[in-house]
């Protein structure tokens, strides 16, 4: 009933840049909290940035100063801006938002959906 589909991530040497944007579809009625995680092998996924509907920020220690998440309320879509990567923040992406949805019959609901995860590598 709702997707989250994320753009694709890549290959960058250490000290670029790269966009991420994950679009939220459907059944939705609000869009809430979005997000962005990430995850290494053998590890837990880790928050790296959030933003609540009017906008407000919080972000990982590790990355503040060099990633900005904004969104799009209209288009649904969440964005990340990673500039000055390291190669410490090579891992999967996924983004996250708490969406409002409805049903075409019944009450509907409110619920954390995930994308599907996208691939960052950064070179040394």
């Known amino acids: 009933q709702v997707q989250l589909v994320e753009s694709e991530g890549g290959l960058v040497q250490a000290g670029g840049s790269l966009r991420l944007s994950c679009a939220a579809s459907?059944?939705?009625?609000?869009?809430?909290?979005m997000g962005w995680y990430r995850q290494t092998p053998g590890n837990s996924r880790e928050l790296v940035a959030t933003?609540?509907?009017?906008?407000?920020?919080e972000y990982a220690d590790s990355v503040k100063g060099r990633f900005t998440i904004s969104r799009d309320n209209a288009k649904n879509t969440v964005y990340l801006q990673m500039n000055n990567l390291k190669p410490e923040d090579t891992a999967v992406y996924y983004c996250?938002?708490?969406?409002?949805?409805?049903?075409?019959?019944?009450?509907?609901?409110?619920?954390?959906?995930w994308g599907q995860g996208t691939q960052v590598t950064v070179s040394s």
């Open positions: 996250n938002a708490n969406i409002t949805y409805f049903r075409s019959v019944g009450v509907g609901g409110r619920s954390d959906y």
């Open positions: 459907g059944r939705i009625r609000s869009v809430n909290a």
């Open positions: 933003i609540t509907s009017s906008g407000t920020t």
